[in-house]
T-cell receptor, first 116, second 116 residues
Framework: DVKVTQSSRYLVKRTGEKVFLECVQD?????MFWYRQDPGLGLRLIYFSYDVKMKEKGDIPEGYSVSREKKERFSLILESASTNQTSMYLC???????????????FGPGTRLTVL | AQKVTQAQTEISVVEKEDVTLDCVYETRDTTYYLFWYKQPPSGELVFLIR??????QNEISGRYSWNFQKSTSSFNFTITASQVVDSAVYFC?????????????FGAGTRLTVKP
């Protein structure tokens, strides 16, 4: 079974703090993703990475950065947390198949971040 | 534009009732994939099904069935004889070719509550 783990289930931070969310997958997947989930908006892609040290912006990258130094680990960084970044953050991974379209993404349990 | 619409925000049924979750998608591409995910209260999105745009056969898996109709751009999900454990948020998603080859659009989700 694919296993995607996230470092924390719940996190409370203060405005202006630097926040690190960690994600690890154990299936040697090339692709990793960070989404945020908000009520009524579904999942929105923040960043994704298709290889070590490679990253691409998603739909809502502002206020976030990412790091992928090892294939199995993908970190989301909030440089200076703000209250509007209070949300559920979901990490996912997928293999890269020939053609690329339609790879199933496997999700971690999520981190519910509250910024006060 | 690539878009997924789940018009039903919340559905409530009594156990053993059948329930259909609607999903309508928009895409210009002829090659694409459609997905359904389940998000139970624990938070982790669980993959349920993936279908490609060239396969319109309906699929049944136990109490779950999916009806894919390209003519109406719909990929509806039916749960037969619902159970309390089916209570969750269900997401429909569309994956389509993009330069980054891993773009996926999620609907806003439908919260299903099954009452005993």
């Amino acid at each position: 079974d694919v296993k995607v783990t996230q470092s924390s289930r719940y996190l409370v931070k203060r405005t202006g703090e630097k926040v690190f969310l960690e994600c690890v997958q154990d299936m040697d997947h090339e692709n990793m993703f960070w989404y945020r989930q908000d009520p009524g908006l579904g999942l929105r892609l923040i960043y994704f990475s298709y290889d070590v040290k490679m990253k691409e912006k998603g739909d809502i990258p502002e206020g976030y950065s990412v790091s992928r130094e090892k294939k199995e680990r993908f970190s989301l960084i909030l440089e200076s947390a703000s209250t509007n970044q209070t949300s559920m953050y979901l990490c996912a991974s997928s293999p890269w198949t020939s053609g690329g379209v339609g790879d199933t993404q496997y999700f971690g349990p999520g981190t519910r971040l509250t910024v006060l | 534009a690539q878009k997924v619409t789940q018009a039903q925000t919340e559905i409530s049924v009594v156990e053993k009732e059948d329930v259909t979750l609607d999903c309508v998608y928009e895409t210009r591409d002829t090659t694409y994939y459609l997905f359904w995910y389940k998000q139970p209260p624990s938070g982790e999105l669980v993959f349920l099904i993936r279908r490609n745009s060239f396969d319109e056969q309906n699929e049944i898996s136990g109490r779950y069935s999916w009806n894919f109709q390209k003519s109406t751009s719909s990929f509806n999900f039916t749960i037969t004889a619902s159970q309390v454990v089916d209570s969750a948020v269900y997401f429909c998603a569309l994956s389509f070719p993009d330069y980054n080859n891993n773009d996926m659009r999620f609907g806003a989700g439908t919260r299903l509550t099954v009452k005993p």
